[in-house]
């Protein structure tokens, strides 16, 4: 079975500092790993993905996501927060090429303040 | 253009009562999921259609619920006998074959049971 945690509920940063939002995956396969993005009474919004390559990965709104096979983690990160980044934000993996279905993480409140 | 669209935005219905809720995908895509999301919680998976066929079901809790997508277009999500824990947001996602890794997801549905 695959699952996906995120350890922190929320996330404080002030804007124009760095913002890394953690997340740690389990799968049997190679995974796929997500990263989504709901604001208030909106669908979640998809920010970059994870399939194979290059193990930085760069995504919308200058959101960037680090793959780490050893430790199984896939941190998102920003170099440099807005206000606007003030969302939720949810990991999700699927299980390679024959999965289909994303199992989410919890989901970590990211609160930028000004 | 489109995105995918979900009605209703909100249902509130009473214990045992029978629900459906609408999912329209974007135009051309092939495959669609539900998810559920509860409160403060990460979305849960529930059925995966590719095609008019269920791929893949195993995330349906009981046989209180049913989704069906006759013509491989619009699914609706079917729940029989509603009950207070049933309460929660109705996600619905779509792709495009040969992309399932990237889903667009709607708006979500929320229902209440009273």
């Known amino acids: 079975a695959q699952s996906v945690a995120q350890p922190e509920d929320q996330v404080n940063v002030a804007e124009g500092n760095p913002l890394t939002v953690k997340c740690t995956y389990s799968v049997s396969g190679n995974p796929y790993l997500f990263w989504y993005v709901q604001y208030p009474n909106r669908g979640l919004q998809f920010l970059l993905k994870y399939i194979t390559g290059d193990n930085l990965v760069k995504g919308s709104y200058g959101f960037e996501a680090e793959f780490n096979k050893s430790q199984t983690s896939f941190h998102l990160k920003k170099p440099s927060a807005l206000v606007s980044d003030s969302a939720l934000y949810f990991c999700a993996v699927r299980e390679g090429a024959a999965g289909n279905k994303l199992t989410f993480g919890g989901g970590t409140r990211v609160l930028v303040k000004p | 253009g489109a995105g995918v669209s979900q009605t209703p935005s909100n249902k509130v219905t009473e214990k045992g009562k029978y629900v459906e809720l609408r999912c329209d995908p974007i135009?051309?895509?092939?495959?669609l999921y539900w998810y559920r999301q509860s409160l403060g919680q990460g979305p849960e998976f529930l059925i995966y259609?590719?095609?008019?066929?269920?791929?893949?079901d195993s995330g349906l809790p009981n046989d209180r619920f049913f989704a069906v997508r006759p013509e491989g277009s619009v699914s609706t999500l079917k729940i029989q006998r509603t009950e207070r824990g049933d309460s929660a947001v109705y996600l619905c996602?779509?792709?495009?074959?040969?992309?399932?890794?990237?889903?667009?997801f709607g708006p979500g549905t929320r229902l209440t049971v009273l």
């Open positions: 996602a779509s792709s495009q074959a040969g992309k399932t890794f990237k889903q667009f």
């Open positions: 135009s051309g895509h092939t495959a």
């Open positions: 259609f590719q095609g008019t066929g269920a791929a893949d």
